[in-house]
């Protein structure tokens, strides 16, 4: 909107499609009169400016019920938002598969679109796979690709605001791609690039486990651990983007790397990849003594790493995701240390999102950079410095 002064009529004419536009998409087909209680603005600026909103496509006025026209008369005009007007998108990029999400202007899904990828793939061959699955989920739905009004996209590594990954050893390629440049030239709108572990947070937040909680930290607990977190209700990512990045830790020497960690004969593990885990930890549930010792060693390294966040930030609830979101028995021993390490155990709970977390959450993205367009009243969960790529 650019800086705020006074007595300009183009800002004041904004603010005024702003606040009814909310109250429009807040309601159920409000009338003229509701819209001018809830605002307080008057009835000729309200009329003024539902009419330039009906211009414009986002807002409809909905036929009357013929029961409701022949027991009033001519009843009053009633007008709803159209989620219809645009479409958004929500991507995850992961390791070992791309997948997407296609939504209305509401955030309610309207179709998911996935196809695997190799973990060795290299960046050119993984964004590929991206324009495949978009094109494929465009096609199904029969949405053009000129109504898409933003998209999300997240994926492992430290993303900076303008969309670059600064560093990711997830994915072959990934460090210093310019991920937002590049997917840009696939879309004619803004392009928003998180963490995967921070969508994933905001997913939990928006319809997940945490919906109740403004201050939580979610813990996306894979080979190398990251977390995302919310404090206030607001997405926390550190100066430079790197908050929550909890697979380091071993870098301080306290702790083993997973290779040693998950080791049932004393050398690391080489190639050490999903499946190699899933093997451990199958020996572990066959009672193999071994890969038990190893899998207790690893839910151990996933305890310290998470207490040292809540430790820092005093969360209200920890939300357990990723591969070992499935594991039996990753919650008591996690609830237990925490008990033991911090002044204030935090609740600790598993994801109810499941694999959707992070796809979901790079929708929440999306959806908040075009509430931020339309509304511009309140502050959304995901803001951020910088813009989006555009």
Same mark, same amino acid.
């Given at each position: 909107m650019g800086r705020l002064t006074g007595g300009d009529p183009s800002l004041l004419r904004r603010i005024n499609s702003a606040v009814v536009l909310h109250a429009l998409r807040a309601?159920?087909?409000?009338?003229?009169?509701?819209?001018?209680?809830?605002?307080?603005?008057?009835?000729?600026?309200?009329?003024?400016?539902?009419?330039? #909103?009906?211009?414009?496509?986002?807002?409809?006025e909905v036929p009357a019920e013929e029961g409701e026209a022949r027991r009033q008369g001519r009843p009053a005009r009633r007008f709803r938002f159209r989620t219809e007007a645009g479409h958004l998108l929500g991507i995850e990029i992961g390791p070992h598969r791309v997948a997407a999400l296609l939504s209305d202007l509401g955030g309610r899904v309207l179709d998911t679109a996935q196809r695997p990828v190799?973990?060795?793939?290299?960046?050119?061959?993984?964004?590929?796979?991206?324009?495949?699955?978009?094109?494929? #989920?465009?096609?199904?739905?029969?949405?053009?690709r000129s109504s898409l009004r933003a998209v999300g996209a997240a994926g492992p590594g430290i993303v900076e605001s303008d969309g670059t990954v600064?560093?990711?050893?997830?994915?072959?390629?990934?460090?210093?791609?310019? #991920?937002?440049?590049?997917?840009?030239?696939?879309?004619?709108?803004?392009?928003?690039?998180?963490?995967?572990a921070n969508a994933a947070a905001v997913a939990e937040h928006w319809q997940g486990a945490a919906t109740g909680s403004d201050d939580i930290v979610f813990v996306l607990a894979g080979l190398s651990p990251g977390a995302g977190s919310l404090i206030g209700g607001r997405l926390h990512r550190g100066f430079g983007g790197a908050a929550?990045?909890?697979?380091?830790?071993?870098l301080l020497g306290r702790e083993a790397t997973p290779e040693k960690l998950l080791s049932?004969?004393?050398?690391?593990?080489h190639p050490l990849d999903e499946a190699?885990?899933?093997?451990?930890?199958?020996?572990?549930?066959?009672?193999?003594?071994?890969?038990?010792?190893?899998?207790?060693?690893?839910?151990?390294?996933?305890?310290?790493?998470?207490?040292?966040?809540?430790?820092?930030?005093?969360?209200?609830?920890?939300?357990?995701?990723?591969?070992?979101?499935?594991?039996?028995?990753?919650?008591?021993?996690l609830r237990g240390e925490l008990a033991r390490y911090c002044?204030?155990?935090?609740?600790?709970?598993?994801?109810? #999102?499941?694999?959707?977390?992070?796809?979901?959450?790079?929708?929440?993205?999306?959806?908040?950079?075009?509430?931020?367009?339309?509304?511009a009243v309140e502050g959304t969960v995901t803001g951020r410095r910088g813009t989006a790529a555009r």
């Open positions: 309601a159920d087909s409000p009338t003229l009169t509701d819209l001018v209680q809830v605002t307080g603005l008057s009835r000729p600026t309200v009329e003024g400016v539902v009419e330039g #909103l009906i211009e414009t496509g986002l807002v409809v190799d973990e060795t793939a290299p960046a050119d061959e993984r964004l590929e796979r991206v324009r495949a699955v978009v094109a494929d #989920l465009l096609r199904r739905t029969g949405v053009p600064r560093l990711s050893t997830a994915l072959p390629g990934w460090t210093g791609l310019p #991920l937002g440049e590049r997917l840009r030239r696939s879309f004619r709108c803004p392009v928003l690039v998180e963490n995967d929550g990045e909890i697979g380091a830790l071993h049932t004969t004393g050398e690391p593990l190699q885990v899933a093997a451990v930890f199958a020996a572990a549930r066959d009672g193999d003594t071994q890969a038990r010792e190893a899998v207790d060693r690893f839910i151990r390294r996933l305890v310290h790493d998470v207490a040292a966040l809540v430790l820092a930030l005093d969360p209200e609830l920890v939300v357990i995701g990723g591969w070992a979101a499935g594991l039996a028995g990753v919650l008591e021993p002044l204030r155990p935090p609740q600790v709970v598993l994801s109810q #999102l499941g694999e959707a977390a992070v796809a979901t959450g790079a929708l929440r993205l999306a959806l908040d950079h075009v509430e931020g367009e339309l509304f």
